[in-house]
């Protein structure tokens, strides 16, 4: 157990709904962040939070927004979904807000998203 | 815009049979190059740091090195539970590339008994 959770671990939904992923930080962990993980993109660097306030954005689509709650929870709400929205979806915690090499990522064991 | 290629794609051995993976990268301004092992329906569980070229980490069988354009993660006498997708990733310090990893596509090592 990393430490990092994620739910649900599997979702099922249809083109066109509203999903949302939640996450909750390893405790002491200030930063999340959003990654998605799919066969042919590999992992992809969605959207960085640090204490509340986006911190850095990645390729995140229009149709997906995320936030981060008071108690340092995150969640990341995908709508209009489309096929190629299936993917795995990891959370990451980190201590700090700066990216540097001793920014170590902390993964959570992902959230898998099938839409049909 | 950062890169990163591993090769190869997925690697087979058998048991004490040592290898190295390779992960060629272009970032702008190195901040640190990462290793992360990967198991299947699980997220990725961090390895090494690497910060400049010349320099060395080791962990039980795994040795992770680093030149200016690549790193190796050399497994030494390799066993089963070693098998593992194997994740590495950049930081770079410009411009679009800050506040986030780019990762390579990895490579899937199967050890086999």
């Known amino acids: 157990d990393s430490g990092v959770t994620q739910t649900p671990k599997h979702l099922i939904t249809a083109t066109g709904q509203r999903v949302t992923l939640r996450c909750s930080p390893r405790s002491g962990d200030l930063s999340v962040y959003w990654y998605q993980q799919s066969l042919d993109q590999g992992l992809q660097f969605l959207i960085q939070y640090y204490n509340g306030e986006e911190r850095a954005k990645g390729n995140i689509l229009e149709r997906f927004s995320a936030q981060q709650f008071p108690d340092l929870h995150s969640e990341l709400n995908l709508s209009s979904l489309e096929l190629g929205d299936s993917a795995l979806y990891f959370c990451?915690?980190?201590?700090?807000?700066?990216?540097?090499?001793?920014?170590?990522?902390?993964f959570g064991a992902g959230s898998r998203l099938t839409v049909l | 815009e950062d890169q990163v290629t591993q090769s190869p794609e997925a690697l087979r051995l058998q048991e004490g049979e040592s290898s190295s993976l390779n992960c060629s990268y272009t970032?702008?301004?190195?901040?640190?190059l990462f290793w992360y092992r990967q198991d299947p329906g699980k997220g990725p569980e961090f390895l090494f740091t690497l910060y400049s070229a010349g320099e060395e980490k080791e962990k039980e069988r795994l040795k992770a090195t680093l030149t200016k354009k690549e790193s190796f993660l050399h497994i030494t006498a390799p066993k089963p539970e070693d098998s593992a997708t194997y994740l590495c990733a950049v930081l770079g310090a410009g411009g679009t590339s800050y506040g986030k990893l780019t990762f390579g596509q990895g490579t899937i090592l199967t050890v086999h008994p």
């Open positions: 990451a915690s980190s201590v700090y807000a700066d990216s540097s090499g001793a920014n170590v990522l902390t």
């Open positions: 970032v702008s301004g190195l901040r640190g």
